[in-house]
């Protein structure tokens, strides 16, 4: 081992999926002391033969280092390959995609045990690890003393954005952006339904399909944040009345090309509630109260 590598932090890395391998691959290239633990034992001695330690078992590999970094299957995992592992005095970093309660409740089952946690969202997949233009990176959220000590270590595989003390902001920031990407998606395969029968060359739509959207999205993304910030719902340009009297065209057009409106018809659906429950010169920006529940 080099003198470089003592010099970075030991680093112990619970799970070797095609994420935890990528996260894994990452701090032995930049000389960081790796211990490595995975269910199946295969995995692990993979991972060794490039330079890391192989723990025989999820607690022996937490005994072996200070900063713990958790990237298994789910918040079950995690407590399955932690039981009976001595968290005293560790750095628990929970990489498991989680929900924010599972999250919440695993900060708390840490400090029980006595360990500093911090929960994060990884916003990338596993090419995109120790690609820095990639433009990859991690939300972090919980203790930010935890977070600023090891910020440097963290940021080998992706970059780092630290987004609250409350250890479920992370998940949630994951969970929201996630969501608008699903909903993106299923506009995007909606229009490619559209013209499937049609003598369209869907490469040459693409890039129509691809700038309408982006320009669609920026600006409406900066301005429904506004509108939410102020209260303020009005827009005159594109009010909830004038949306709701086009949507007969796009479920006729659905109708007439043989595409199911499974994918639009919710959303439809939503902005003819909020007409009803709202002015109508107001925006779309108001649905999002109206997707809050109230119990």
């Known amino acids: 081992m080099t003198a470089n590598a003592h010099r970075k932090t030991p680093v112990t890395l619970l799970g070797l999926g095609a994420m935890g391998t990528a996260l894994a691959r990452t701090w032995l ?14 995995r692990a001695e993979a991972i060794a033969a490039e330079g890391a330690k192989a723990a025989d078992s999820a607690a022996g590999a937490v005994e072996a280092s200070t900063l713990v970094i ?16 001595d968290l005293a005095g560790k750095d628990l970093v929970n990489l498991t995609t989680t929900t924010p309660v599972e999250a919440r409740a695993r900060a708390l089952w840490a400090e029980e045990r006595g360990a500093r946690y911090l929960d994060g969202g990884i916003m990338a997949v596993p090419p995109m690890v120790g690609v820095p233009e990639a433009g990859g990176y991690v939300f972090y959220s919980g203790s930010r003393e935890l977070f600023e000590l090891h910020r440097e270590s963290l940021a080998v595989p992706v970059g780092t954005t630290y987004v609250g003390e409350d250890a479920g902001f992370a998940a949630l920031h ?33 890039p129509l399909l691809g700038e309408w959207v982006g320009a669609m999205a920026g600006p409406s993304i900066g301005q429904t944040a ?22 007969p065209t796009f479920l006729a057009t659905a109708e007439d090309q043989g595409v199911s409106p ?12 909020g007409l009803a429950a709202s002015r109508a010169g107001e925006e779309a920006t108001s649905l999002v109260d109206l997707l809050v529940r109230r119990d």
């Open 262 to 273: 499974e994918l639009i018809r919710p959303y439809f659906e939503l902005m003819r509630r």
């Open 226 to 247: 506004r509108q939410l910030a102020t209260g303020a719902f009005d827009d005159s340009d594109s009010s909830l009345a004038m949306q709701v009297a086009g949507t």
């Open 29 to 42: 290239a930049a000389g960081h002391p790796l211990t490595v633990w995975n269910r199946t034992p295969a």
């Open 174 to 206: 994951d969970v929201a952006l996630l969501s608008a990407m699903y909903g993106m998606f299923a506009g995007v395969a909606h229009a490619f339904a559209l013209i499937r029968r049609e003598n369209i060359d869907p490469v040459a739509f693409a």
């Open 70 to 85: 958790v990237c298994l299957l789910d918040d079950a995992s995690v407590e399955a390959a932690l039981d009976g592992a």
